[in-house]
Nanobody, 124 residues
């Protein structure tokens, strides 16, 4: 139900743009988010956006470097990643959910739908 794309290999300091498109209905309070899981690490929140309002939330580790945006007509969200660091290397997952309240946008358990991961590798 969620299709993610855009990963790849990039040098430190470079940029990548991830995309995620939902196939289910995305009205109401639908929210979409990006999570990532690095080698040997637990999954962590990256960024989220409420599709109707455009309200965004970011993890501290990516603030100022990553930007999440949406195209409601296409039921898609994008993650523009700039100034990439080797520690950003991870599998990035797109998530979506209809009833994700604002205080839970960072919480993976609040999202009902998940896409396949896309690998992002940042070389030093």
């Amino acid at each position: 139900q969620l299709q993610a794309s855009g990963g790849g290999l990039v040098q430190a300091g470079g940029s990548l743009r991830l995309s995620c498109t939902a196939s289910e209905r995305t009205g109401g309070n639908y929210a979409m988010a990006w999570f990532r899981q690095g080698p040997g690490k637990e999954r962590e929140f990256v960024a989220a956006i409420r599709l109707s309002s455009g309200t965004t939330v970011y993890a501290d580790s990516v603030k100022g470097r990553f930007t999440i945006s949406r195209d409601t007509a296409k039921k898609s969200v994008y993650l523009q990643m700039n100034s990439l660091k080797p520690e950003d290397t991870a599998v990035y997952y797109c998530a979506g959910g209809r009833t994700v309240i604002m205080s839970n946008l960072h919480n993976g358990a609040a999202y009902a739908h998940w896409g396949q991961g896309t690998q992002v590798t940042v070389s030093s």
